[in-house]
């Protein structure tokens, strides 16, 4: 992608369509993979995936679903991000399992199912755990 592709990304990010945003949540989750070893230091693509990760907290919760799928289909949440960067990935995430809606919780649990628990980095396995841990027995 170039600068121009970028710029164009981030304003179907920010479109008033449910549609567009959905479809540019994948589409700029598969070009920040893509692109992972550009996102050091600053520049376009960093712009790009802070846009993206705005999404996790879209008004409409299909789109935020969608957002969780592509962070988990692309990878984004297992390898690929410099280190600050994935830290904020993994926080974004772990967001998502205290979403207000539910649908939103059963989701964020059920696209992990698809990533090796090896590969789960230690604070989503732990959010996970105190997601599912029965708040009655304390």
């Known amino acids: 992608l170039n600068k121009a592709r970028v710029v164009q990304a981030e ?6 369509s449910p549609d567009t945003r ?3 949540v ?3 989750a598969a070009s920040i993979a893509e692109a992972a070893g550009f996102l050091h ?3 376009p693509w960093r712009s790009l995936f802070a846009g993206w990760l705005g999404r996790r907290n879209d008004r409409v919760a299909a789109v935020r679903i969608g ?3 592509a962070a988990v289909g692309c990878g984004l949440v ?3 991000l410099p280190a600050d960067l994935a830290a904020q990935m993994h926080s ?3 967001d998502k399992l205290q979403d207000p809606d539910a649908q939103v919780r059963v989701r964020a649990v059920e696209a992990l199912k698809e990533v090796p628990m090896s ?10 755990m105190e997601r599912a841990r029965d708040k009655k027995e304390e």
């Not at 304003?11 to 008033?16: C, H, N």
């Not at 590969?119 to 996970?128: C, F, W």
């Open 11 to 16: 304003a179907e990010l920010r479109a008033d």
């Open 22 to 24: 959905s479809q540019a």
């Open 26 to 28: 994948k589409t700029a």
């Open 41 to 43: 230091g600053s520049g």
């Open 67 to 69: 957002w969780l799928r």
């Open 78 to 80: 297992t390898r690929g």
């Open 92 to 94: 974004a995430y772990c």
């Open 119 to 128: 590969a789960l980095p230690e604070v989503l396995i732990d959010a996970v």
